[in-house]
């Protein structure tokens, strides 16, 4: 999926009336299929500008379009299908806790589902293979039948990131995929999720802390800081100063700081962007 932002800027929607805008006059086109890496310290714009592109948040400025339609302007079963074609992955996914996994996983598919076969999977999961494959991804293929509850933070982030390859989404919008991973399992992470979306042709953006990561995995990285675009480079002309630059008074962050764990607590609240799933 193309995507095209012109001078957009939003809000988040938990914002005071005289807050300054989260995202300023962001300007950036996506083509189809290519992989874009989101740095910048924390309060930057990042999970605000994939909500933008989820089309969760509506642009209080400037105009979003995703192959070429604006979502804003669409009757609301375009907009529905239009959503049903993207697949946001928040940091903390918001998986019901006593479920199966198997059948979170294909919750995914849900959008592309009719209501029969949707209602029906709830209590006979089909597709398990295709959850199965998925789970195996992200090497928790052991927990198809686990129920959601009884995983570590680390495994729910990873079967958050499997529900999204169950999809038949052609944008990926993935928000901190690595925040509760071990280096060796981030890399893992990393290298399947940016393969399966080259597999389908699927266009991928990803916000990362761990810049190192994406400049190695991203040929393209965009740098915001304070709502703003900071740069918009390929991976190897993205050097050290322009990185000191960006994370200039958070040079901790760009250091990495350690993960940021994932709460226990399953019923933390989902970020407003999930509710379009
Ligand atoms: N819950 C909230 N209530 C009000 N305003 C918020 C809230 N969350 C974010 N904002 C505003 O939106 C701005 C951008 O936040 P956003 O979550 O997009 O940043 P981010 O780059 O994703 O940060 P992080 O790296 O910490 O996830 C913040 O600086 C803040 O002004
Ligand atoms: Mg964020």
Redesign the pocket.
């Given at each position: 999926m193309k995507i095209l932002l012109e001078n957009c800027s939003g809000y988040?929607p938990?914002?005071r009336a005289n807050?300054?805008a989260?995202l300023r006059s962001v300007s950036l086109q996506v083509a189809s299929g290519e992989q874009v890496a989101v740095i910048?310290?924390?309060?930057?714009?990042?999970?605000?500008?994939l909500h933008l592109l989820a089309c969760a948040l509506k642009p209080a400025q400037g105009s979003l379009q995703l192959d070429g339609r604006d979502p804003w302007a669409l009757s609301r079963g375009d907009l529905q299908r239009l959503r049903g074609e993207l697949f946001l992955a928040p940091?903390v996914p918001p998986l019901p806790p006593r479920q199966r996994v198997v059948t979170t996983v294909l919750a995914g598919r849900l959008p592309h589902e009719s209501l029969w076969t949707s209602v029906r999977s709830l209590f006979y999961p089909t597709g398990i293979a295709l959850a199965d494959q998925a789970l195996a991804r992200f090497d928790v293929g052991d927990k198809l039948f686990e129920r959601v509850d009884r995983l570590s933070g680390g495994e729910r982030q990873r079967v958050g990131l499997a529900r999204a390859l169950a999809t038949q989404a052609r944008l990926f919008l993935v928000d901190?995929p690595l925040s509760a991973l071990d280096p060796t399992r981030a890399q893992q992470a990393i290298e399947s999720l940016t393969g399966a979306a080259h597999e389908r042709g699927a266009t991928l953006v990803a916000?990362l802390?761990h810049v190192e990561m994406a400049l190695r995995h991203f040929p393209r990285i965009i740098g915001?800081r304070d709502?703003e675009l900071a740069f918009d480079l390929p991976a190897a002309l993205v050097t050290p100063p322009l990185l000191h630059q960006l994370y200039e008074q958070h040079l901790d962050e760009l250091n990495g700081a350690p993960p940021a764990a994932l709460p226990d607590a399953p019923e933390a609240p989902a970020p407003a962007a999930m509710h379009c799933r």
């Amino acid at each position: 999926m193309k995507i095209l932002l012109e001078n957009c800027s939003g809000y988040h929607p938990a914002a005071r009336a005289n807050a300054p805008a989260a995202l300023r006059s962001v300007s950036l086109q996506v083509a189809s299929g290519e992989q874009v890496a989101v740095i910048g310290p924390s309060g930057a714009g990042k999970t605000t500008l994939l909500h933008l592109l989820a089309c969760a948040l509506k642009p209080a400025q400037g105009s979003l379009q995703l192959d070429g339609r604006d979502p804003w302007a669409l009757s609301r079963g375009d907009l529905q299908r239009l959503r049903g074609e993207l697949f946001l992955a928040p940091q903390v996914p918001p998986l019901p806790p006593r479920q199966r996994v198997v059948t979170t996983v294909l919750a995914g598919r849900l959008p592309h589902e009719s209501l029969w076969t949707s209602v029906r999977s709830l209590f006979y999961p089909t597709g398990i293979a295709l959850a199965d494959q998925a789970l195996a991804r992200f090497d928790v293929g052991d927990k198809l039948f686990e129920r959601v509850d009884r995983l570590s933070g680390g495994e729910r982030q990873r079967v958050g990131l499997a529900r999204a390859l169950a999809t038949q989404a052609r944008l990926f919008l993935v928000d901190e995929p690595l925040s509760a991973l071990d280096p060796t399992r981030a890399q893992q992470a990393i290298e399947s999720l940016t393969g399966a979306a080259h597999e389908r042709g699927a266009t991928l953006v990803a916000t990362l802390h761990h810049v190192e990561m994406a400049l190695r995995h991203f040929p393209r990285i965009i740098g915001l800081r304070d709502g703003e675009l900071a740069f918009d480079l390929p991976a190897a002309l993205v050097t050290p100063p322009l990185l000191h630059q960006l994370y200039e008074q958070h040079l901790d962050e760009l250091n990495g700081a350690p993960p940021a764990a994932l709460p226990d607590a399953p019923e933390a609240p989902a970020p407003a962007a999930m509710h379009c799933r």
